[in-house]
Nanobody
Framework: QVQLVESGGGLVQAGGSLRLSCAAS????????MGWFRQAPGKEREFVAA????????KYADSVKGRFTISRDNAKSTVYLEMNSLTPDDTAIYLC????????????????WGQGTQVTVSS
């Protein structure tokens, strides 16, 4: 079982940047694909980005492509989400999760969800 803890959220002005981290406990971190999702009030959980077990392959939602970068450091059991050119539409709770499959982007295909970190972008 992998346990995940997100950090790095906060309040930022439009056009700004944030770097989120997701620290994992458990010895099998490097076996999993990792994903970032976000959930705004009153909206469904939305796929943001995913990275395969080695970090060599990534996938992004169209809404963040070119602005967000997902990466991982298996030695530190941590996955990151670098977010640039933020807009108010990016405001949400950001959560990370693991998947034993690659190429999936539905929340139901991920598990071991963290508690999330709040990102608020002011206009």
């Amino acid at each position: 079982q992998v346990q995940l803890v997100e950090s790095g959220g906060g309040l930022v002005q439009a056009g700004g940047s944030l770097r989120l981290s997701c620290a994992a406990s458990g010895r099998t971190f490097s076996s999993y694909a990792m994903g970032w999702f976000r959930q705004a009030p009153g909206k469904e959980r939305e796929f943001v980005a995913a990275i395969n077990w080695s970090g060599a392959v990534t996938k992004y939602a169209d809404s963040v492509k070119g602005r967000f970068t997902i990466s991982r450091d298996n030695a530190k059991s941590t996955v990151y989400l670098e977010m640039n050119s933020l807009t108010p539409d990016d405001t949400a709770i950001y959560l990370c999760a693991v998947s034993s499959s690659w190429g999936v982007s539905a929340a139901r295909d991920f598990g071991s969800w963290g508690q999330g970190t709040q990102v608020t972008v002011s206009s």
